[in-house]
């Protein structure tokens, strides 16, 4: 008999070796979750959490961060992962995670804190690296910026402010929808690929003339209103500091 047949786990499955909190590939998602061995300082760090989090719905505090810190390989990113998929409660191959969560831990007071939280208090959790979306951007972000970003992309929206503006006007106005339709008999691709584009804003402006020729008289209307958004933005600053200078 081999050692491999003795032990209890499938030693042979692979692991990722560095948890990424921004890979949510389900597959990869699935065995981290079912694969996570929590030792008792963990899982009473996770029971501090969890019933602070159940105990803010009737005695709020001040308090809106939690700091987890460690040295390299305790197990930080997997603590912070985990916690969000459990909030968030999100579908991992067909099994909601916070079942896929506790299961693995076998924790009863864990258990009944997660219950609780899905039940009565529904979460929205973006999960990002700073070091990697601020890595994309060719110029110095602010950290708000970078979480703006995300924002975006997790909603379904495009990640230039520009677009994404004229995104949301169009899906207020219900017209989001005939811009998309637009967009694949014109171009025949899909508009989330022509927002990523190079020619991204001389296609949304074409297509946005088409869709609201009212507001955008011509192909070009929304392209030229973009580039003088930095002009308007300078002339707004100049004529503050001239009304109240330093």
Not at 22 to 40: G, H, R, S
Not at 232 to 239: C, G, H
């Amino acid at each position: 008999m081999k050692i491999g047949q003795l032990l209890e786990r499938d030693f042979s499955k692979p692991i990722e070796e560095i948890i990424k909190v921004n890979n949510a590939d389900e597959q990869t998602v699935y065995t981290e979750l079912t694969e996570y061995v929590a030792t008792d300082r963990i899982k009473d760090q996770y029971r501090h959490l969890l019933k602070a989090m159940v105990d803010a719905k009737s005695t709020p505090t001040e308090g809106i961060g939690v700091w987890i810190s460690g040295f390299f390989g305790s197990g930080k990113s997997s603590f912070a992962k985990n916690l969000g998929y459990v909030l968030a409660n999100r579908t991992v191959l067909g099994k909601p995670a916070s079942a896929l969560f506790t299961k693995q831990l076998g924790d009863e007071h864990i258990t009944r804190y997660v219950e609780w939280l899905t039940a009565n208090i529904p979460c929205e959790i973006f999960m990002f690296d700073v070091q990697v979306d601020l890595a994309v951007q060719t110029s110095a972000e602010q950290i708000a910026e970078v979480m703006y970003r995300v924002l975006l992309r997790e909603l379904d929206y495009s990640e230039d402010y520009d677009i994404a503006e004229l995104e949301m006007k169009l899906e207020s106005e219900g017209k989001l929808d005939a811009l998309m339709e637009a967009c694949q008999n014109r171009f025949q691709r899909k508009w989330s690929l022509v927002r990523k584009s190079s020619g991204k804003f001389s296609g949304a402006s074409a297509l946005v003339h088409e869709v609201d020729p009212k507001v955008f008289p011509s192909e070009t209307s929304f392209l030229d209103e973009v580039k003088a958004r930095p002009i308007a933005r300078l002339t707004r600053r100049v004529s503050s500091t001239l009304r109240h200078p330093a």
